[in-house]
């Protein structure tokens, strides 16, 4: 799923909550409760990015649908819920396949001038390419006089009169919510808990990170890591990317093997198991009511059917066990030409018409 329903609700909307409970001298009664809440969610305009056997399918937005009211519904929404200001961190690529998707969202954003929405560009692959995820700190001096004037929600049980609240939420996207976002969050969370921690007298001014606090940090960063982690679990069916950078603070050779395997189960159960999955969720919600009498004997339907496209992956799966035997038996270099050619004029056949051969939603068709 991806963008925003007609009544303003994204898809990948998920808000986290980090809270910090602190009892002065180990003393239950004079426990303090602090908290910062941010936000992620899809990119709040129309538009899809089907799956159709392609590593990154191009994401396509809805030409005729009106993307200004699908955007000011979305923030009129998050001002009805929490309140206060929104800054919004894009941090899709401003080239290639996601430039028009960012693009219009920044236009919109322009177009619209709502006056407590602030909006900020960060083009992450670009900005922290190679590895350079020091380019961090440049995101972090955009956000840092924000996250200080927002401040978090504060309760003391002994004195309710000093309770205050955050005025301002942080809702930041890349094009799944997943990765990007997960080390951009930590990264804001880091910040605020730098804050929560020293308007509680735990630290002084003198510490500039909570990286200086070796064995918390390891804490803070572990449980930023894991959040991640099931937040990706549930959308993707993996573990997050980059969670190495999350968890240690910098890349690791296990980390870049991790995400190499992750890439390549998403790619597959994105392609062959989340139709079905979808379904599975629809049901659940109640999106769809099925009528007793007219079940469906199953709803999902495998490709090796006797359709044009079970016939193309049969051929193309013996296309090659014919390219693979004239190696390893006959040495026949005119047939392995031959069922090579025949091989790759099916792929190119079957991904021309990639989604055909994708797992699609059966019940619920947008």
């Not at 190499?260 to 139709?275: E, L, M, S």
């Not at 199953?298 to 059917?305: A, G, I, M, Q, T």
């Not at 049969?314 to 090659?320: C, E, M, N, W």
Request: proline share 2%.
């Amino acid at each position: 799923m991806r963008g925003t329903d007609t009544t303003g609700n994204s898809a990948n909307f998920v808000e986290t909550e980090q809270i910090l409970e602190y009892d002065y001298n180990h003393d239950i009664t004079r426990r303090v409760l602090t908290s910062f809440m941010q936000m992620r969610g899809s990119i709040p305009l129309y538009w899809t990015q089907r799956p159709n056997l392609r590593w990154q399918p191009l994401p396509l937005i809805k030409a005729a649908e009106n993307q200004l009211d699908a955007y000011v519904k979305h923030m009129r929404l998050q001002l009805q819920n929490y309140g206060g200001k929104h800054v919004i961190v894009n941090l899709v690529n401003q080239k290639g396949r996601e430039k028009s998707i960012g693009g219009e969202l920044e236009r919109v954003t322009i177009q619209a001038n709502l006056d407590f929405v602030k909006y900020i560009a960060f083009d992450f692959h670009r900005e922290c390419h190679a590895m350079n995820w020091d380019r961090l700190s440049i995101l972090h001096e955009l956000l840092f006089k924000d996250i200080t004037e927002f401040g978090f929600f504060y309760s003391n049980i002994s004195h309710p009169s000093k309770t205050k609240y955050q005025t301002g939420f942080i809702r930041t996207n890349c094009m799944d919510c997943l990765d990007r976002t997960n080390v951009v969050q930590s990264m804001v969370a880091k910040e605020a808990l730098k804050q929560q921690l020293h308007y509680l007298g735990i630290i002084d001014s003198s510490t500039r990170s909570v990286d200086d606090l070796t064995d918390f940090s390891h804490i803070f960063k572990n449980l930023w890591a894991d959040n991640g982690d099931e937040c990706s679990k549930q959308y993707a069916g993996t573990g997050a990317l980059k969670a190495d950078f999350t968890r240690v603070g910098k890349r690791t050779f296990n980390g870049a093997i991790n995400d190499g395997v992750n890439a390549i189960t998403r790619y597959f159960k994105n392609n062959f198991a989340d139709g079905y999955r979808q379904d599975a969720i629809d049901l659940f919600l109640g999106n769809v009511q099925i009528d007793p009498a007219n079940l469906p004997i199953k709803l999902e339907d495998s490709v090796f059917n006797f359709s044009t496209n079970g016939g193309a992956i049969a051929g193309a799966i013996f296309s090659a066990a014919m390219m693979l035997l004239c190696v390893l038996i006959s040495e026949n270099i005119t047939a392995t030409v031959f069922w090579f050619i025949v091989f790759v004029a099916f792929m190119i056949f079957i991904f021309l018409n990639g989604e055909e051969f994708v797992s699609k939603p059966r019940l619920k068709i947008d």
